[in-house]
């Protein structure tokens, strides 16, 4: 009994925390129960999934988990379909941790300038990757 | 009277993923006053300075985003004609009526989709209920006032592909000015943000070029003073709201703003500022060799979360 606790307790500040693993990038870090996984990648510094609302409305946090138990609060049908949901896909920033995760990163903040391949003619852009806006092309 | 045909932005429908949450921000965090709330789950509110019954609508859904955004015309008589004209132009679809008191307190409203995809409708009624301080001898501002406390909703920007044929639905047809643009492509010749007004704000409602129709960036609230725009960003900290930028300047309509999202990732921004705006004031554009001063003109670097994230 002693032993046991003193493994799980030993060295980690916060009793209850998950271990999140970015497979892609080896990018890990510690997710403590009730946060959301965006908010503690940001809290620690760490980098690898990108941040856009924290509020499952743009989709940038997109990320799909490999492996583990976890929760997630309401995420956009319009950035989460139903079918992804059921294949593990998930709003990081809705993410909550039942134990350790492993995810691989899918969303990907657009690019804001993405530049004109086709240069004479911007408009339309068929050419350009969706979701990228022409502030400046 | 100056001011004709369309007055102002009136209202602005949002979705958000959890209502219970968003009137937390809404209310207690951006302060605006809740006027009431319908059979469908919709809650109604406004600003403290608006004298007409709402100016934002939240809805929970299961996307977050702009529904629509309102304008008040000055007549009937207005209101007819531009429908007209709209349906003449033939750059608005999915062209109806929406009966008187479908909103509360409100006329009928025309309703069009517009080229970059955003649902748009004129009304010409809607109940004058009064602002916070009334009238008669009117303090200059109301007690009770809570969180950010903006006197009003003032525009919105909006992201979308046909930035050509809603610029000229809205000047064209709607009688709207290029306050300012921002220009780039081969010679400068591709328009590719469009900032226009129909009052004597630097404006009312922006359209940026993006690759997807029908995106929201932000709607926007606005407060007297770049000490209050400090204040909000304090606000921002002690609520534990998401900040996206500021407190900064834009070179565009030289407003002192700061942006946030709401819990389902609508932007916020709330600012102060900009200029008064008279019909024949030149229009101000923006080179593509500028766009960093121009969006933020203090560290006249571009932003990729502030330039791309909508719902
Ligand atoms: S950051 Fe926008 S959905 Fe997660
Ligand atoms: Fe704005």
Not at chain 2, 284 to 309: C, K, M, S
Request: proline share 5%; aromatic share 8%; with cysteine.
């Amino acid at each position: 009994m002693r032993s046991r606790c003193a493994a799980l307790c030993s060295n980690r500040s916060e009793a209850v925390s998950a271990r999140i693993d970015i497979v892609d990038d080896a990018v890990h870090f510690d997710c403590p129960e009730g946060v959301d996984v965006l908010h503690s990648m940001i809290a620690l510094g760490r980098r690898g999934i990108p941040v856009g609302c924290r509020g499952g409305g743009c989709g940038v946090c997109k990320v799909r988990v490999l492996g583990g138990a976890y929760r997630t609060d309401r995420m956009s049908r319009a950035r989460i379909t139903e079918e992804e949901e059921k294949q593990g896909f998930a709003l990081a920033c809705k993410l909550y941790a039942r134990g350790d995760l492993k995810l691989q990163v899918v969303g990907k903040m657009a690019r804001a300038f993405a530049p004109c391949k086709e240069t004479m003619h911007c408009t339309g852009a068929p050419h350009a990757p969706p979701g990228s806006t022409s502030w400046r092309r | 009277m100056a001011m004709t045909g369309v007055l102002r932005p009136g209202h602005v429908a949002l979705r958000v993923l959890d209502i219970k949450a968003a009137l937390h921000h809404y209310k207690d965090v951006l302060g605006l006053n809740e006027v009431c709330r319908d059979d469908q789950g919709r809650v109604f509110l406004k600003a403290w300075d608006e004298a007409d019954h709402h100016s934002v609508v939240l809805k929970e859904c299961d996307t977050a985003g702009m529904e629509y955004m309102g304008w008040r015309v000055d007549s009937d008589a207005t209101l007819k004609n531009f429908a007209k004209d709209i349906k003449a132009s033939g750059l608005a679809t999915d062209l109806k009526w929406i009966p008187a008191g479908e909103h509360p307190g409100t006329g009928e409203r025309f309703r069009f989709t517009i080229p970059t995809g955003h649902v748009m409708e004129l009304y010409a009624h809607k109940d004058v209920t009064g602002c916070g301080t009334g009238y008669t001898n009117p303090d200059p501002w109301p007690e009770g006032m809570h969180g950010m406390a903006p006197s009003r909703f003032d525009h919105c920007l909006l992201y979308g592909d046909d930035l050509d044929g809603t610029v000229k639905l809205f000047t064209e047809v709607l009688g709207f000015k290029l306050a300012e643009e921002l220009v780039g492509g081969p010679g400068g010749k591709q328009r590719n943000a469009a900032f226009m007004t129909c009052s004597n704000k630097p404006h009312d409602v922006a359209f940026i070029r993006h690759t997807e129709k029908n995106k929201f960036h932000h709607c926007s609230f606005f407060l007297n003073s770049w000490e209050e725009v400090l204040k909000a960003a304090d606000l921002i900290s002690k609520h534990k709201v998401a900040l996206d930028i500021g407190p900064t300047r834009h070179g565009i309509t030289r407003g002192e703003t700061i942006y946030f999202f709401d819990p389902s990732g609508n932007r916020n921004e709330v600012f102060a500022g900009g200029y008064i705006y008279y019909p024949d004031k030149p229009t101000i554009t923006w080179t593509e060799d500028h766009v960093g001063p121009a969006i933020f003109y203090h560290t006249r670097e571009l932003n990729e979360r502030f330039l791309t994230v909508v719902t």
